[in-house]
């Protein structure tokens, strides 16, 4: 199967582009971790595949609208 094909069909079952899925999929885990663990940050992004602690701030922040520590306290003071 080609690339594009590929990416196409995987378009067409998930209604998303390969690269954006992915994203998605991991920043759902990192929202994960942020609520039921006390890992750091930079440790959050290691296990999420989000490369540098700033690259991972900057992509949960512009994808989720808060910054990783904030969306955690949200869940640490309830």
């Known amino acids: 199967m080609s690339r594009r094909t590929l990416i196409r069909r ?4 998930t209604g998303q582009p390969p690269m954006r899925w992915l994203l998605d999929a ?17 440790a959050v992004a ?4 989000l490369g540098t602690p700033a690259n991972f701030r900057t992509l ?4 989720i609208g808060v910054p990783p520590r904030t969306y955690r306290e949200t869940f640490t003071a309830s």
């Open 46 to 49: 290691r296990r999420c595949g």
């Open 26 to 42: 991991r920043l759902a885990l990192a929202r994960e971790l942020l609520e039921a663990t006390d890992l750091t940050v930079e």
């Open 10 to 13: 995987f378009h067409t079952d």
């Open 60 to 63: 949960f922040k512009a994808h």
